[in-house]
């Protein structure tokens, strides 16, 4: 059996810096459990930290790119469903302009009620081109024609070049789709190529706007397929993988932070039981030096 000893005051500070470190590590592990997280300061573990903060650069930048293709997506959607229109209009006019070179049975006037159904298809594709438009931006009147540099999109990561794509959607007006040489607008009654002047020119020109739109419509279904569909399918992919990886860098392994706090706890109860153990000693030690 041991004595009193007036050493006794070092034995105190060592159970006393013992307990400050079974404290600090009890909070550490009830931080983890209640926040989910592993590294919750950069002392936690410095390089862990490093590459947290890296993963969730990545994460919030592919997050970030998802929602633009998404958007892209919907753009084009949006012209592509007005073109749609635009084309059936087209062919509705192609009808009228074959009907109107019949003129064996065609009457002046049958002719001339063709068109004015034409006038009104040709004054609602107009309204189509300035109408069609996506939060405000019109779509179909020129401006992001590939004269004008297309509608740019951001589908990467990182804002550089070679992760954007441009895509022109020239304009459908009445005014700049035809043949090359001739245009739509010259189907309007007086025009060089209405029904009563040029019925066989109306034709062409329809046919070469058909052609035209359904091209464009073609190109913008290319992208979105392509693309657009294939980005998104990337970077899912990439989000799935980053997340993967952040969580097995930064998260709270339930498991241990709950062994760990347990652990804490005992060594905790035990070092307050022995750190007044201690103090009673040397308090003993004292009073019979006194005595």
């Not at 034409?118 to 004054?123: S, T």
């Not at 009654?189 to 020119?201: D, E, F, Q, R, Y």
């Not at 760990?260 to 070092?271: E, F, V, Y």
């Amino acid at each position: 059996m041991s004595g009193l000893s007036i050493h006794s005051i070092s034995q105190s500070l060592a159970a006393s810096h013992q307990v400050q470190r079974t404290q600090s590590s009890l909070a550490n592990s009830l931080t983890q459990l209640s926040t989910g997280s592993r590294i919750n300061s950069a002392k936690d573990d410095p390089a862990g930290l490093i590459a947290q903060e890296w993963l969730r650069s990545e994460i919030t930048a592919d997050h970030a790119a998802l929602k633009n293709t998404r958007m892209a997506n919907s753009v084009l959607n949006v012209a592509e469903s007005g073109m749609r229109q635009i084309s059936n209009l087209l062919i509705e006019a192609k009808g009228l302009a074959v009907e109107a070179a019949n003129s064996g049975a065609m009457t002046p006037q049958m002719i001339e009620a063709n068109q004015i159904q034409l006038n009104a298809i040709l004054d609602s594709i107009d309204r189509f081109s300035s109408m069609t438009n996506w939060l405000g931006k019109p779509l179909l009147n020129g401006t992001l024609s590939s004269e004008n540099g297309g509608a740019l999109f951001q589908l990467g990561q990182d804002v550089v070049s070679s992760q954007q794509v441009s895509v022109p959607i020239e304009s459908t007006q009445t005014s700049h789709v035809g043949n090359g040489s001739n245009l739509l607008m010259e189907l309007r009654s007086g025009g060089s190529a209405s029904l009563a002047t040029n019925p066989m020119l109306a034709d062409s020109i329809l046919s070469a706007a058909i052609s035209q739109i359904a091209t464009q419509r073609g190109e913008i279904g290319s992208v979105q397929k392509y693309t657009l569909d294939s980005n998104i399918n990337t970077l899912q992919d990439s989000l799935v993988s980053l997340s993967e990886a952040k969580s097995i860098i930064s998260d709270t392994d339930y498991a241990l932070a709950v062994s760990n706090t347990i652990r804490d706890q005992i060594l905790l109860q035990s070092g307050i039981q022995i750190l007044g153990l201690i103090n009673q000693n040397r308090y003993n030690t004292i009073s019979l030096l006194n005595s």
